[in-house]
């Protein structure tokens, strides 16, 4: 299993533009989970799906952000428009819930730069 | 707002000797992980103690859950240089798969 990717690694883009985040869950996860980690606020939750269906986006900053996950094997994040207080690495997760003893499985992270 | 509170914020040991990190929650927990993150890297999940719970071991890792105190702790035994990452606790509340809480981790320093 090549575990939760993230696309892309890395990101630098111009204040106003917008940005999306992509992440490929584990296949058979279908519990999916966008956070964000920064010094100061450390890793906050934004949204998470269960069965594709978004269930507490009650942590998206604003409507600046905005989330979707249109099968099991995909969801994205979008930025529109972005802020240099984007700044951030963002992670996707997934999970099993019937598997609950594994906790959840992280990707490596985009790191998001807005200048 | 912050569920788990990791104490000490950063630790630093020589390699051999033991490491014990703290995590303190506030609300009624489902369960409790540890999750470490290496630098640059996503978090990796390391063992889950359930609230029923007391103890629970994973070779050189000895969580314990004391739920009257609303608090956890994680022991690394033998430290090596290797377990130099950042550690975290996290909350599970909610539902059967609600949120994970995170606290603002450990930074565990391991010298050899």
């Not at chain 1, 690694?9 to 111009?14: G, L, Q």
């Not at chain 1, 996950?69 to 690495?89: C, G, Y």
């Not at chain 2, 630790?11 to 992980?33: D, F, P, R, V």
């Not at chain 2, 599970?92 to 010298?111: D, Y």
Request: charged share 20%; aromatic share 8%.
């Amino acid at each position: 299993d090549a575990g939760v990717i993230q696309s892309p690694r890395h990101e630098v883009t111009e204040m106003g533009q917008e940005v999306t985040l992509r992440c490929k869950p584990i296949s058979g996860h279908n519990s999916l989970f966008w956070y964000r980690q920064t010094m100061m606020r450390g890793l906050e939750l934004l949204i998470y799906f269960n069965n594709n269906v978004p269930i507490d986006d009650s942590g998206m900053p604003e409507d600046r952000f905005s989330a979707k996950m249109p099968n099991a094997s995909f969801s994205t994040l979008k930025i529109q428009p972005s802020e240099p207080r984007d700044s951030a690495v963002y992670f996707c997760a997934s999970s099993n819930p019937s598997r609950a003893g594994y906790g959840y499985t992280f990707g490596s992270g985009t790191r998001l730069t807005v200048v | 707002s912050q569920q788990g509170e990791e104490d000490p914020q950063a630790l630093s040991i020589q390699e051999g000797e033991n490491a014990t990190m703290n995590c303190s929650y506030k609300t009624s927990i489902n369960n409790l992980q540890w999750y470490r993150q290496n630098s640059g890297r996503g978090l990796v999940h390391l063992i889950l103690i359930r609230s029923n719970e007391r103890e629970k071991h994973s070779g050189r890792l000895r969580v314990t859950l004391d739920t009257s105190k609303k608090s956890s702790s994680l022991l690394i035994t033998a430290s090596r240089a290797a377990d130099t990452a950042s550690y975290f606790c996290a909350t599970g509340v909610g539902g059967s798969q609600g949120n994970l809480i995170f606290g603002k981790g450990t930074k565990l320093s391991v010298k050899p």
